[in-house]
């Protein structure tokens, strides 16, 4: 292989001259390239101030976006070139806000932008897990808003969503999402953009994870893995950190690797940082394996990684290992492997087997597919009342279901045996309209009312058809296979759903069982003598 210096300024240069695009990052084999050959190592800052923080914009959707504070862009982005930054890792963002600004500033200074699909209330919970119409909804227009923008590497689908084992089913959806994620991107023509995960590295599952995701076929699998790896603290190596037991794993791994968040703060927080392992992330043996690292993270919060710290002002303050992390970046001088001389001959990993430490079955949930929920909906005689609200979907969810498992076999879902009801990917309020017509119609005049919670229609069409309009549909939306052809941050707490897999997703309630079928916490309330809802 002919190796070539990576210059840290090269692609600054070209985005600022004469105000062009960037030219689009692209993948071979397990590395990263630039259109003209050379490789792309990330030298990355994790981007995302906390909503409520110091000199933080308002927002009303709990979050803040930071690509749409042109104000705040304009003071950051010298410090990130300052730290010859080529990336950032954003969180969430609004779709619906305009970024142009800020990615104008990014794209003049030579720097990439790697985004998470979901957002706090809108992504895949370890918990209780579901791949459904108003996730993708979410993903889809997280893309169309970032597609337009040539610096855009691509997306993660899911963030640290499986973190142990009694929760590793969650994965299934995690790789669902970015199966048609990546679909979608295909389907709307845009220029390719990789569609990746971000898992943290927990011993018990993080081989199986690397190698969940990477298994099966292209269209099923991500395009990029991102490591969450904490574990070079101070004055550390490579065997103590464990860094030499990650590159005998990913040598083999046939897409790229990256530290998607690394920069321990032990023992001493954010100021003792020294960022040993900075300078340790771009040695040769290193970067044969791995394509950089993003360091956690720019914004100073309670938890203490932050570079700088955000006046009530709004003026950025550099902290102490701000000028750590500059000292040892301007040091480092990777070489890469130019693109035409590199032949990629790793090939992709088995899935790992469905056992006590693994949860999640190749069989993937199908596709979410609005058109056939819309239609079984038309089809439902017994719908949710136009005046209810989310909150009160899981006591009817729960009552329903409790009373018979069999009214909610079409909307529920179970990653462990691979098999899905052909209405699991609908949003919650179609879900809904599922089971209540199921309970109507089996219990006759009457049943379709809770206390006016649900009401009445014309039915228009029959599920059968609606069904059939699904991949591995049945005939009138009972458990089948999932689709496996054509994506969320997890929860703050572990716990999830059990290796045994089941999904019964309603408004993230962790879910318990009886009798071997999932149903919401607000179900325990009926089986231990509150009254729920009374026909």
């Known amino acids: 292989m002919v190796s070539s210096t990576i210059t840290w300024s090269l692609m600054a240069l070209v985005g600022s001259a004469l105000g062009a695009d960037l030219p689009s990052i692209v993948i071979k084999g397990s590395k990263f390239f630039y259109p003209n050959g050379t490789q792309f190592l990330m030298r990355g800052v994790a981007y995302q101030q906390a909503s409520g923080a110091a000199g933080a914009t308002s927002s009303t959707t709990g979050y803040v976006d930071p690509l749409a504070d042109a104000d705040r862009c304009k003071a950051d982005v010298p410090n990130l070139v300052s730290l010859r930054t080529n990336v950032i890792r954003v969180y969430a963002i609004d779709p619906s806000k305009d970024h142009s600004s800020c990615m104008k500033m990014l794209n003049d200074n030579g720097i990439y932008v790697v985004a998470d699909l979901g957002e706090p209330t809108t992504s895949i919970n370890r918990e209780s897990p579901a791949w459904d119409t108003s996730l993708f909804d979410r993903y889809q227009k997280v893309v169309d808003e970032l597609a337009k923008y040539s610096n855009v590497i691509g997306f993660f689908a899911g963030n640290e969503v499986s973190n142990a084992a009694n929760n590793t089913n969650a994965s299934a959806y995690v790789k669902a999402a970015a199966r048609d994620t990546k679909a979608y991107i295909k389907s709307k023509k845009y220029r390719p953009m990789g569609v990746g995960y971000a898992a943290n590295d927990d011993k018990p599952i993080r081989d199986q994870i690397a190698s969940y995701f990477n298994c099966g076929p292209t269209e099923d699998s991500i395009d990029f893995f991102g490591y969450n790896i904490y574990s070079w603290c101070g004055d550390s190596s490579f065997e103590a950190s464990g860094y030499n037991r990650l590159l005998e794993f990913f040598k083999s791994y046939s897409i790229p690797i990256f530290f998607a968040e690394y920069g321990c703060n032990l ?4 100021a003792g940082r020294i960022f040993d392992e900075t300078t340790a992330l771009y040695v040769d043996n290193m970067t044969d394996v791995v394509s950089g690292g993003i360091v956690y993270e720019y914004f100073q919060e309670t938890n203490d990684y932050g570079l700088v710290k955000i006046s009530d002002g709004g003026s950025a303050i550099k ?4 000028g750590a992390l500059q000292k040892k970046i301007s040091t480092v001088k990777p070489k890469g492997v130019d693109m035409s001389s590199y032949s990629p001959s790793n090939k992709v990993l088995d899935c790992p087997t469905v056992d006590s430490k693994w949860a999640a079955s190749s069989s993937l949930p199908p596709t979410p597919n609005d058109s056939a929920c ?9 719908v949710p009342a136009s005046s209810l609200t989310e909150k009160s979907f899981g006591d009817i969810f729960g009552f ?9 076999d079409g909307i529920m879902g179970n990653a462990t045996t691979g098999k899905y009801g052909t209405f699991s990917m609908c949003s919650n309020q179609q879900k809904l309209a599922y089971v209540l017509d199921a309970y109507a119609k089996k219990n006759g005049k009457g049943a379709c009312d809770f206390k006016g919670q649900a009401q009445t229609q014309s039915a228009s069409g029959s599920m059968a058809s609606c069904a059939k309009s699904v991949p591995g549909g049945g005939s009138s939306g009972g458990s089948g296979g ?11 707490t572990s716990g999830g759903n059990g290796t045994d897999g089941d999904s019964f997703a309603v408004l993230g309630a962790p879910l318990t069982r009886v009798g071997g079928t999932a149903i919401g916490l607000y179900l325990l309330a009926s089986l231990f003598g509150a009254a729920v809802v009374v026909l």
């Not at 023992?267 to 954010?270: E, F, L």
């Not at 329903?400 to 909610?408: H, T, V």
């Open 267 to 270: 023992p001493n927080g954010a």
């Open 319 to 322: 902290l102490k290992d701000f």
């Open 374 to 382: 819309s239609c079984m909906v038309k089809a439902a005689s017994c």
């Open 400 to 408: 329903i279901c409790g009373k018979d498992a069999s009214y909610c």
């Open 482 to 492: 999932g689709s496996g052809r054509g994506s969320g941050s997890g929860s703050s």
